[in-house]
């Protein structure tokens, strides 16, 4: 099918393209996605974005590490903002390549803002969130008929440190999904029984997702958290709590060793990785 492509040349006004990379593996970003990511001018990436997908760029292509680990940030959301304005206003094709998808706890909407205040175009390319995709790849689904109708989705830092979580509602929720929640889990875990949730509701915490690392814990909700730090689970991580959770022992399809793993891509680089973008992503 030929593309139908609003991709527009150096020449031409410059644009920015919010694209969502995916959960962490390579060939799990959309087609759009990567089309964009093979034309552009300029790259900002984020830490958790593979490293494969950067071997996608144009050779001559500027490539800038802007990622954010645990207690240390690369370069601030507004040095990220007023770069993406810059490049744009320079007429340059600039993909923002984030891990997962722009909209969901990937900050992309205060990227679109800030480019939408500077008078400048823009586009959102949607990726699959790690929200969803990280507990497929354990075997859990989030939705399951008979047990959850509905999910919510929320941060670890900041359900723990705002004053407005509603804690109930957050108990009553046939699957909870934790983002970044590692480091708080036992706080989570606590308050979610105090507000009602049941202690041996089924939980799970999945690290790194989607990649050759990843690594599932399988608990309860009041044992996750002695769980996670008895394995040693690093970030980053997804954690599920609610019923659907027990059913990774009987779905769960995806190894580390790629035995039961999808194919690699047809079009997967045959060139040799840039060297330069190694350490970047340490």
């Given at each position: 099918?030929?593309e139908i492509?609003?991709f527009?040349?150096?020449?031409?006004?410059?644009?920015?393209?919010?694209?969502?990379?995916?959960?962490?593996?390579?060939?799990?970003i959309?087609?759009?996605?990567?089309r964009?990511?093979?034309r552009?001018d300029?790259i900002?990436y984020d830490?958790l974005?593979?490293?494969?997908?950067l071997?996608?760029?144009r050779?001559e292509?500027?490539?800038i590490?802007?990622?954010?680990?645990?207690g240390?940030?690369?370069?601030?959301?507004?040095?990220i903002n007023q770069?993406?304005?810059?490049?744009?206003?320079?007429?340059?094709?600039?993909?923002?390549l984030?891990?997962g998808?722009?909209?969901?706890?990937?900050?992309g909407?205060?990227?679109?803002?800030a480019l939408?205040?500077?008078g400048?175009p823009?586009?959102?390319?949607?990726?699959?969130?790690?929200?969803?995709?990280?507990?497929?790849?354990a075997?859990?689904?989030?939705?399951?008929?008979?047990?959850?109708t509905s999910f919510?989705v929320?941060?670890?830092?900041?359900c723990?440190s705002?004053?407005?979580?509603?804690?109930?509602?957050?108990?009553r929720?046939?699957?909870l999904?934790?983002?970044?929640?590692?480091?708080?889990?036992?706080?989570?875990?606590?308050?979610?029984i105090?507000?009602?949730?049941?202690?041996d509701t089924?939980?799970?915490?999945i690290?790194?997702?989607?990649?050759?690392?990843?690594?599932?814990v399988?608990?309860t909700?009041k044992?996750?958290?002695?769980?996670?730090e008895?394995?040693?689970?690093?970030s980053?991580?997804?954690?599920?709590?609610?019923?659907?959770a027990?059913?990774?022992?009987?779905?769960?399809?995806f190894w580390?060793?790629?035995q039961?793993?999808?194919?690699?891509?047809?079009?997967?680089?045959?060139?040799?990785?840039?060297?330069e973008?190694?350490?970047?992503?340490?």
């Amino acid at each position: 099918m030929r593309e139908i492509s609003t991709f527009k040349t150096k020449a031409s006004l410059g644009k920015a393209y919010l694209v969502g990379a995916g959960p962490g593996r390579a060939d799990l970003i959309t087609v759009r996605g990567l089309r964009l990511l093979q034309r552009a001018d300029v790259i900002l990436y984020d830490r958790l974005v593979a490293t494969e997908l950067l071997l996608e760029a144009r050779a001559e292509a500027k490539l800038i590490y802007v990622g954010k680990g645990p207690g240390h940030h690369t370069a601030s959301q507004e040095e990220i903002n007023q770069q993406l304005v810059a490049y744009v206003r320079a007429g340059h094709q600039v993909v923002r390549l984030k891990g997962g998808d722009p909209f969901v706890f990937g900050r992309g909407g205060e990227e679109a803002l800030a480019l939408q205040a500077a008078g400048l175009p823009f586009e959102i390319v949607p990726g699959i969130s790690a929200a969803l995709a990280v507990p497929a790849y354990a075997g859990i689904p989030v939705t399951h008929r008979g047990i959850a109708t509905s999910f919510a989705v929320v941060t670890g830092h900041e359900c723990t440190s705002s004053s407005q979580t509603d804690w109930a509602a957050l108990a009553r929720m046939p699957t909870l999904i934790v983002m970044m929640g590692v480091e708080h889990i036992e706080q989570i875990a606590e308050r979610l029984i105090q507000a009602g949730r049941a202690a041996d509701t089924p939980s799970a915490a999945i690290s790194w997702g989607c990649t050759d690392q990843q690594q599932v814990v399988s608990a309860t909700l009041k044992t996750i958290a002695f769980a996670i730090e008895a394995t040693e689970l690093v970030s980053p991580a997804v954690i599920v709590i609610g019923d659907v959770a027990a059913l990774h022992e009987e779905l769960a399809w995806f190894w580390p060793n790629e035995q039961m793993a999808p194919p690699p891509m047809p079009t997967a680089p045959t060139y040799q990785p840039r060297a330069e973008l190694i350490p970047a992503l340490v």
